[in-house]
């Protein structure tokens, strides 16, 4: 969660900097302790820049583009280190960028350039000779592991800094990466030890960034163990010092939390003031946690108020966000299998042209020998093709194994929301050639948000395991089963009118009724809200068809939930004959 502050490495802030160099140097060791100072110190040292030297230029341009991340202009501050990671000639410099591009990509979800940069970080931190950047690598890697979801990885590389001979800002900065890591785990905490002396390392050294990341995580386990009123009295009491660092993921993070719980605490009026600040930050990526956070706190205060139509428009919003951020998950999950295999081909590949020059320095000891000596060449060769031959296989299974994982949601195994999508529109569009009806279904469960929170993640996976189960047993061979991302399923049904999809749909209502929660340890009932569509309504297109379906379940909800819609368009308006009017008389 918290990026930028990662890479706040050691640097001396001098009271009385003289030289550009150690204006430089003042203005790096602030720019997350003050963050309106360092901005007033990058502007002074722009106007200054006529007597910088080339090198000193460069410092400048990545201090700049730390200050465009904070602001939010991460678009601008990727570019720019990026081209300095390649124009920079003091190595430093390009280690220090390439850490950089590896945070900036890790919160614009650019999963494989940001693997990439921290790879080749990690690569250029044997040549550093500074001892205050020795552990920058590991601080970042610590942060940008965390984000990736890689805890055990996040883990590791925060020990690396906590347990060796770090300053106190990059100790403060991993320890928070460890509270985060250990947090996300769901191991076990120590809230003095772990937690608590944490905030007071980072306060002590001015890093209110990472210190209210802390509190944010400590929240988050304080709410989960039933105790919201206290999360909000320290999110309240941090939020002004949050708003002071004018760092928006920091500040929306603040504000989503306390909207979830004031509205779970049953503060309708604050919980829609905190998501509303939420929803207004400009730039805000839509797979934003704390975005889809907003918007499902605004859906629900809607219904509270009884404003359906504000209701339906904060649920699509809701809904569209949380199906970016699904597959936004399942993208990272893919990317980093993907950087493993590479790397793992990477060293494969290291190994078979060790094996080349040790076979080609035999061959040629082999000349200098009997015939003998030659048939053990041959022989060798051989071993040299078989192994060629073995990790080509290994390549290929691997391969196997990563489409799969691309395919198939690894919760429920349906396929996922992008490979039902590619395989229902095969089958519209064979089906549109003959004039073949289809149906498609689309159910949603009611109340999950309910069962996670008051069951817990593991009997909501449960739950969705269930409804993969029973969906299945109704699917004939033909149909297509997928899962579209949270609680939302959809059926392609091949060769089905609208009469037969109904039927299939109420005996997926029903079924998904009967699911006893008890065996999860949730004693919470299990309904969905479906809507069904038909080619004879809604054409062959793909997105037509769920956008119908989409708007039917939508219907169900408004109609109380657990039933069965079908997609009727809208009428069509009546239309006047041509000049006639009602005379007035």
């Not at 590991?138 to 055990?152: C, I, L, M």
């Not at 939390?257 to 207004?280: C, N, Q, T």
């Not at 000891?365 to 060449?377: C, I, P």
Request: hydrophobic residues 45%; neutral net charge.
């Amino acid at each position: 969660m918290f990026l930028l502050a990662a890479l706040a490495l050691l640097a001396p802030a001098y009271a009385c900097a003289a030289t550009y160099s150690e204006r430089l140097q003042a203005a790096d060791g602030i720019k997350t302790k003050n963050t309106a100072r360092f901005a007033q110190l990058l502007a002074t040292l722009e106007a200054d820049k006529a007597e910088a030297t080339a090198v000193e230029l460069q410092y400048l341009r990545l201090l700049q583009d730390y200050r465009k991340a904070i602001r939010g202009d991460y678009g601008a501050a990727l570019g720019d280190s990026v081209a300095l990671f390649d124009q920079a000639s003091d190595p430093e410099l390009r280690f220090r960028a390439a850490l950089l591009v590896a945070n900036i990509s890790a919160i614009t979800r650019d999963f494989s350039l940001g693997l990439r940069y921290l790879e080749r970080a990690l690569s250029l931190q044997g040549s550093i000779g500074t001892p205050e950047l020795k552990y920058a690598a590991p601080v970042v890697a610590s942060t940008v592991y965390n984000e990736f979801g890689q805890f055990e990885l996040a883990k590791h590389y925060a020990r690396i800094v906590t347990e060796g001979a770090a300053g106190p800002r990059e100790r403060c900065i991993a320890r928070q990466n460890l509270v985060e890591a250990v947090y996300r785990m769901g191991a076990a905490i120590d809230e003095s030890a772990d937690v608590e002396s944490a905030i007071t390392d980072c306060l002590r050294e001015n890093e209110t960034i990472p210190a209210n990341f802390i509190r944010s995580t400590l929240a988050k386990r304080w709410a989960a163990n039933g105790k919201r009123a206290q999360a909000v009295g320290l999110l309240e009491g941090s939020l002004a010092e949050v708003e002071a660092t004018h760092y928006t993921r920091l500040i929306g993070e603040f504000h989503s939390l306390l909207a979830r719980y004031k509205l779970d605490l049953g503060d309708v009026a604050g919980a829609a003031s905190h998501a509303a600040h939420v929803a207004r930050i400009e730039g805000q990526d839509p797979r934003w946690t704390a975005n889809v956070t907003a918007h499902y706190v605004l859906y629900e205060v809607a219904m509270k108020r009884g404003d359906l139509r504000t209701a339906l428009e904060e649920y699509r919003l809701f809904a569209e966000a949380d199906k970016a951020r699904l597959d936004d998950i399942k993208a990272r999950e893919y990317a980093f299998q993907l950087s493993r295999h590479e790397l793992n081909q990477k060293n494969q590949s290291i190994a078979l042209l060790t094996s080349k020059n040790r076979l080609l320095s035999l061959q040629q000891e082999v000349d200098r020998r009997t015939k003998w000596n030659f048939s053990l060449a041959i022989a060798l060769l051989l071993v040299l093709v078989a192994s060629f031959g073995y990790w080509g296989w290994r390549a290929r299974r691997m391969h196997g194994s990563l489409r799969q994982l691309a395919e198939t949601d690894g919760l429920t195994g349906l396929a996922n929301r992008r490979h039902f999508r590619e395989r229902s529109e095969a089958v519209l569009a064979a089906c549109a050639e003959r004039r073949r009806p289809v149906s498609v279904l689309l159910l949603d469960l009611d109340h999950f948000k309910q069962i996670n929170d008051q069951c817990g993640h593991s009997a909501g996976d449960w739950v969705l395991r269930e409804v993969a189960r029973v969906g299945r047993l109704h699917c004939r061979e033909q149909d297509l089963f997928g899962r579209l991302g949270g609680e939302e399923f959809a059926m392609t049904l091949v060769d089905c009118d609208a009469e037969a999809a109904m039927r299939i749909a109420e005996v997926c209502r029903r079924s998904i009724a009967s699911i006893d929660a008890g065996g999860a340890g949730c004693g919470l009932p299990v309904t969905a809200s479906l809507g069904v569509v038909t080619t004879t309504a809604g054409g062959y297109d793909y997105e037509a068809l769920i956008a119908h379906a989409d708007v039917a379940m939508y219907r169900s909800k408004l109609a109380g939930r657990n039933r069965v819609t079908r997609y009727a368009p809208p009428p069509v308006p009546e239309r006047r004959p041509a000049g006639s009017m009602s005379k007035q008389y």
